[in-house]
T-cell receptor, first 115, second 111 residues
Framework: EAGVAQSPRYKIIEKRQSVAFWCNPI?????LYWYQQILGQGPKLLIQ????????DSQLPKDRFSAERLKGVDSTLKIQPAKLEDSAVYLC?????????????FGPGTRLTVL | DAKTTQPPSMDCAEGRAANLPCNHS???????VYWYRQIHSQGPQYIIH???NNETNEMASLIITEDRKSSTLILPHATLRDTAVYYC????????????FGAGTTVTVRA
């Protein structure tokens, strides 16, 4: 079974530039998550989709971050314009809708460096 | 979700059991204990979860105290590949599928 795919793996940009990350979840997984992981910290949830609807985006900085999940499959996360503090690893995860164990499967992440 | 407390780091000898403690003194009756780990440069990986009974799978064992205020993840025979950050998370299983990660415990397995 293929895992969660993310691209690119690494991205370096200058502040005020724009960047986009792509995620392809495991086939059949209705729920998709984007997390931000700053160096030395645990991942922090940015947004959660169920199919193509947003379930929770309470921690998404909406003035600069946006995300979409067209057709309930692939998803993109965009930052425009980027700030220095956006340097982090952006993780995508997916899961089935089920009560237990509701395991989330994570991709390898995209490491973003903002200069 | 209830908060958890874990030691920031611990060392373990290869081939020995690694016992990772987690305190969750404010856990609610409908909250499960989940463990994930994150190997360097990879995404987190699910290990095990439980409600109140002890659980075992091919990766680890989870021991939850009777009052459910703390738990211990046991890696029975640690290998160098078990070097990772281990996260203890408590969460309600149902409509809310969020995982709230703390800083975790950095486990270093030494040869």
């Amino acid at each position: 079974e293929a895992g969660v795919a993310q691209s690119p793996r690494y991205k370096i940009i200058e502040k005020r530039q724009s960047v986009a990350f792509w995620c392809n979840p495991i086939s059949g997984h209705a729920t998709l998550y984007w997390y931000q992981q700053i160096l030395g910290q645990g991942p922090k949830l940015l947004i959660q989709f169920q199919n193509n609807g947003v379930v929770d985006d309470s921690q998404l900085p909406k003035d600069r971050f946006s995300a979409e999940r067209l057709k309930g499959v692939d998803s993109t996360l965009k930052i425009q314009p980027a700030k220095l503090e956006d340097s982090a690893v952006y993780l995508c995860a997916s899961s089935l809708i089920q009560a237990s164990p509701n395991e989330q499967f994570f991709g390898p992440g995209t490491r973003l460096t903002v200069l | 979700d209830a908060k958890t407390t874990q030691p920031p780091s611990m060392d373990c000898a290869e081939g020995r059991a690694a016992n990772l403690p987690c305190n969750h003194s404010t856990i609610s009756g409908n909250e499960y204990v989940y463990w994930y780990r994150q190997i360097h440069s990879q995404g987190p990986q699910y290990i095990i979860h439980g409600l109140k009974n002890n659980e075992t799978n091919e990766m680890a064992s989870l021991i939850i105290t009777e009052d459910r205020k703390s738990s211990t993840l046991i890696l029975p025979h640690a290998t160098l590949r078990d070097t990772a950050v281990y996260y203890c998370i408590v969460r309600v299983v149902g409509n809310d599928y969020k995982l709230s990660f703390g800083a975790g415990t950095t486990v270093t397995v030494r040869a």
